[in-house]
């Protein structure tokens, strides 16, 4: 810590050196990571075409791989994962009126600026997220609007997330989606499945992907979460569904000519990403296991709960919030030898989150817990 704080002392040239050696340790989201040396050769030597005219053989690739992958028929590459949930809501609910049913601490309620009301024009209901990360199907049911009363809008739509974020990672079962599309079926109601961590929930299960989507009418994948690519998301459903789709997807300014650049990155993450998950999932476990040993600290963590690459912990100390303590990570400091710096998520006063991607090693882990170790005792 004192060499941190000394830094400014230093004469420019050496002080940049210091910045330079610090090692930075960024565990905030899986969506921090940098290109590898072989994504980036993968992506400079795709073969590109004008996507809008459907045209890009890599990006054709891509949208057949992910469709394949989760049992659709067909795929379109968008930007982001937000845009591909805006693009099936707009699609599903295609006239005025309608509203969808949604968790209330989905990606789509807090993370999507309301875009399903702002752009779509659509009402949204909100569920209460049990711990879990499903919906409670009792309540689901009891909001789904009467059909023939022109006092509501229509209920059209359910949207679920896999894995669920801000529940900390948790993998939503086959056995709740086959009761989730029952009860969808009944009604007469589209399912849409958030899949922006779709892979974490298949590695976690040991299943493949297509296993967790089968019930679901479309289905959201993002490629720049657990495969590492810079930017994009795929959605998949029928061949009907995303020829639709690409109309919302032009009003929406996400049509993209030589885009293969980019979705070539995908098909890497696929490929040479995909299979290191499992690992992430082991380090994000292991952690969180180290964590729940300091409790004598002031941190509090159940592991049990850790069911992919991510967890929330709570800081409870008198004299430390999580924007403290987050603050103190942040700070250079000689751990075990090692400059480092350590980027975490804080939500809310008490509470942290902390995301493993395939680019924390191991090593990485034991520098968090040992910092952590000093700057609580």
């Known amino acids: ?5 000394c830094n400014d002392e230093l004469p420019p040239q050496k002080r940049a050196k210091v910045v330079r050696d610090v090692h930075i340790i960024d ?4 969506t921090v990571t940098k290109p590898t040396k072989g994504m980036r050769q993968f992506m400079t030597e795709a073969s590109v075409g004008d996507d809008v005219y459907g045209e890009d053989p890599t990006v054709n690739k891509l ?5 394949k992958l989760l049992g ?3 795929g379109l590459f968008v930007p982001s994962g937000t845009m591909g949930n805006l693009i099936a809501i707009m699609t599903h609910c295609n006239q005025r009126g309608s509203e969808i049913l949604v968790g209330d601490q989905s990606h789509i309620t807090i993370y999507e600026q309301g875009g399903v009301a702002q752009i779509a024009g659509v009402h949204p209901q909100q569920i209460k997220n049990l711990p879990d990360g499903t919906l409670d199907l009792v309540e689901l049911e009891a909001k789904i609007r009467p059909v023939l009363d022109e006092h509501f809008p229509v209920t059209r739509l359910i949207c679920i997330e896999n894995t669920q974020n801000a529940t900390g990672g948790r993998v939503i079962k086959p056995e709740y989606m086959d009761k989730l599309a029952a009860l969808a079926k009944k009604h007469n109601i589209k399912l849409h499945l958030d899949g922006g961590r779709i892979i974490n929930a298949a590695t976690a299960l040991d299943l493949p992907p297509s296993v967790l ?3 679901a009418d479309s289905v959201s994948m993002c490629l720049s979460k657990a495969l590492g690519a810079p930017v994009g998301s795929v959605l998949t459903g029928s061949k009907e569904f995303i020829d639709q789709a690409r109309r919302a ?3 929406l300014g996400g049509g993209m000519r030589q885009a293969g650049i980019l979705a070539a990155a995908g098909l890497y993450g696929l490929e040479h990403v995909r299979p290191l998950i499992k690992e992430d999932h082991r380090r994000t476990k292991k952690i969180a296991n180290s964590l729940a040993g300091m409790k004598d600290l002031g941190i509090q963590i159940d592991p049990d709960t850790v069911e992919s690459n991510m967890f929330f912990f709570n800081i409870f100390r008198q004299d430390f919030t999580a924007k403290d303590l987050g603050a103190k990570l942040l700070e250079p400091s000689d751990v075990m030898g090692r400059m480092i710096s350590i980027k975490t998520l804080i939500k809310g ?3 942290m989150r902390i995301a493993v991607h395939h680019q924390i090693t191991d090593g ?3 520098l968090i817990v040992e910092r952590l170790k000093q700057i609580l005792q």
């Open 349 to 351: 006063e008490r509470m």
């Open 213 to 215: 989507a089968k019930h």
């Open 249 to 251: 997807r032009k009003v």
């Open 27 to 30: 565990v905030r989201s899986d």
């Open 72 to 74: 659709k028929e067909s």
């Open 364 to 366: 990485d882990l034991d």
């Open 63 to 67: 949208q057949e791989e992910v469709a």
């Open 1 to 5: 810590d004192k060499m941190a704080t």
